[in-house]
C-alpha cells in the first residue's frame, strides 16, 4: 500500500526551530510537497521537492531523500503565527496526491 | 497568482435537500480540478477528481450518484451534494491545477458544510 507517515503533534517555543518529518512509500515519486493548515481554513501551500536536498524559502526549509523516503520541514524564528498543521504530500506515478495525516504545531511563548 | 474561490464558503441546510458547491480558478485555466472532504482534526480525504469537459474520477466509497461533480469550463468546477444528511456536514475542499501534471495543487478557502 501507498502511506504517508509524519508525527501528530509537536510544541515548540517561540522563536525556536523546529523539524517536521516526513516518511513516504507510495507507488512512484513525482515531488513532495508540504502546506500549511490553520484551523478552519484550507491548505496553503509551502514547498515542494523533486530532487535531493534541501531548498529554503524564507524562514522554512524543506528537505528530501529519495533513497530513504524522507522529507523534513524545517522553521526557524518560530512566531506564534505558525501554529497550524503541516501536511506532507506526496505525487506518485500517476502524479495522484497520497496525503499524510498531518502534524499539529503548537507553539508556546 | 494561483488564486482558487469556492462559493458559499458556509451553508446550512435542511436534511434531504441539495447543495451545490462553486470552485473557480481566477487566474488560470485549470484542466484539473480536486474536491477533499476533511472532518474535524483528519486529514484530507480525496473524493474525485475532474478534468475539464470529461467525467469525474471518484475514490472508492465516494457515492458518484449522491456527489455530482460538473467541470464544464476550464476554470468552473461544482459540486453538488444531492439529499443531504447530517453525516454529510464537513469542510469541502476544491484544488485547482494546471493541466501539466507535476504542477502545485492550489486550494480554495474551503465551504463548511452543515446538514440539519
Known amino acids: 500500500g501507498q502511506n504517508i507517515d509524519q508525527p501528530t503533534e509537536m510544541t515548540a517555543t517561540e522563536g525556536a526551530i523546529v523539524q517536521i518529518n516526513c516518511t513516504y512509500q507510495t507507488s512512484g515519486f513525482n515531488g513532495l510537497f508540504w502546506y500549511q493548515q490553520h484551523a478552519g481554513e484550507a491548505p496553503t501551500f509551502l514547498s515542494y521537492?523533486?530532487l535531493d536536498g534541501l531548498e529554503e524559502k524564507g524562514r522554512f526549509s524543506s528537505f528530501l531523500s529519495r533513497s530513504k523516503g524522507y522529507s523534513y520541514l524545517l522553521l526557524k524564528e518560530l512566531q506564534m503565527k505558525d501554529s497550524a498543521s503541516y501536511l506532507c504530500a506526496v505525487s506518485n506515478s500517476n502524479y495522484q496526491l497520497i496525503w499524510g495525516a498531518g502534524t499539529k504545531l503548537i507553539i508556546k511563548p | 497568482g494561483a488564486v482558487v474561490s469556492q462559493h458559499p464558503s458556509r451553508v446550512i441546510c435542511k436534511s434531504g435537500t441539495s447543495v451545490k458547491i462553486e470552485c473557480r480558478s481566477l487566474d488560470f485555466q485549470a484542466t484539473t480540478m480536486f474536491w477533499y472532504r476533511q472532518f474535524p482534526k483528519q486529514s484530507l480525504m480525496l473524493m474525485a477528481t475532474s478534468n475539464e469537459g470529461s467525467k469525474a474520477t471518484y475514490e472508492q466509497g465516494v457515492e458518484k450518484d449522491k456527489f455530482l461533480i460538473n467541470h464544464a469550463s476550464l476554470t468552473l468546477s461544482t459540486l453538488t451534494v444531492t439529499s443531504a444528511h447530517p453525516e454529510d456536514s464537513s469542510f469541502y475542499i476544491c484544488s485547482a491545477r494546471t493541466g501539466r501534471e507535476y504542477e502545485t495543487q492550489y486550494f480554495g478557502p474551503g465551504t463548511r458544510l452543515l446538514v440539519l
Open positions: 521537492n523533486v
